[in-house]
T-cell receptor
């Protein structure tokens, strides 16, 4: 079965640089979520999109922005990177039509290292 | 705000023995509850969920969990552990009256199954 695809899988950036992470949801999933998982931490919700519109906003820094495109893929744009942004970034998707009890399907993550 | 507690950072069990990974939650109203598993350098993989109905939920790979409303718990169990079950396990909660994105994770419990 098709899974959530994230690219790149690994990314190394310098402080104050920018980064763009991409997420391709499972086909027919209309909702995309972004999470940040620091070392030894639980995933923290950043932001979500439904039908290309921002749905919910979590602890996403102002330096970050995201959007969902017409083909439902999503991109997380990160600017003025800081050392503390080094983390594993997960994208998840789900079909909203199945209701609030639906589980989210996670991608393999992008490991961002800021030097 | 909702929260999840996983009181054990690590659970050690011998292969073939039963295992329990504990989870308690705090939400306003009724919860949707989820268990995810994370293998090293991998995304979160859905195991099972409680939405409503039978308090005993069966999921993937022989795992099950019991919802206990009075104790606000959702412990993960398996009758006979396998070495391959060794991984990081996350419990998560979403209030029924919340937005679609509001998934709050516990800190995770590392399960180590010895041969």
């Amino acid at each position: 079965a098709a899974g959530v695809i994230q690219s790149p899988r690994h990314l190394i950036k310098e402080k104050r640089e920018t980064a763009t992470l991409k997420c391709y949801p499972i086909p027919r999933h209309d909702t995309v979520y972004w999470y940040q998982q620091g070392p030894g931490q639980d995933p923290q919700f950043l932001i979500s999109f439904y039908e290309k519109m921002q749905s919910d906003k979590g602890s996403i820094p102002d330096r970050f922005s995201a959007q969902q495109f017409s083909d439902y893929h999503s991109e997380l744009n990160m600017s003025s990177l800081e050392l503390g942004d080094s983390a594993l970034y997960f994208c998840a998707s789900s079909p909203r039509s199945t209701g609030r009890g639906n589980e989210q399907f996670f991608g393999p993550g992008t490991r961002l290292t800021v030097l | 705000a909702q929260s999840v507690a996983q009181p054990e950072d690590q659970v050690n069990v011998a292969e073939g023995n039963p295992l329990t990974v504990k989870c308690t939650y705090s939400v306003s109203g009724n919860p949707y509850l989820f268990w995810y598993v994370q293998y090293p350098n991998r995304g979160l993989q859905f195991l099972l969920k409680y939405i409503t109905g039978d308090n005993l939920v069966k999921g993937s790979y022989g795992f099950e969990a019991e919802f206990n409303k009075s104790q606000t718990s959702f412990h993960l169990k398996k009758p006979s552990a396998l070495v391959s079950d060794s991984a990081l396990y996350f419990c998560a909660v979403r209030p029924m009256n919340s937005g679609y994105s509001t998934l709050t994770f516990g800190k995770g419990t590392m399960l180590l199954v010895s041969p």
